[in-house]
């Protein structure tokens, strides 16, 4: 089930959604005077929200388990880019230790 589309995402009828570009770890919403939100996204598992599940819109559209990015600040939706890394630390995977204290990775 794709949930994200090329240019703009369908909008839920009480909630602002939008395609999280590659590395974008914060909100890039305006507000009304220009100034970005700032705010930081979180993966957001809106089955155990209470005000969501009132609300159902977010299930009803992308199902129980999608993955969903929301604004600390501004509750706007994140929809995950289809060329971003999942899985992973947005923050990359790290160097390798000079001091050979490197972990080996599980696989």
Request: aromatic content about 8%; proline content about 7%; charged content about 25%.
């Amino acid at each position: 089930m794709a949930i994200e589309t090329a240019t703009a995402p369908p909008q839920l009828p009480h909630h602002k959604v939008k395609i999280k570009k590659p590395g974008q770890r914060s909100c890039n919403d305006k507000d009304a005077k220009g100034k970005f939100c700032g705010g930081h996204l979180k993966r957001w598992f809106y089955t155990t929200d209470v005000v969501e599940q009132a609300c159902g819109d977010a299930e009803q559209a992308w199902g129980p388990d999608a993955e969903v990015y929301r604004c600390e600040h501004c509750k706007t939706l994140y929809l995950p880019n289809e060329e971003g890394v999942r899985g992973l630390n947005v923050a990359g995977q790290g160097q390798t230790s000079v001091f050979g204290l490197t972990v080996v990775p599980k696989k």
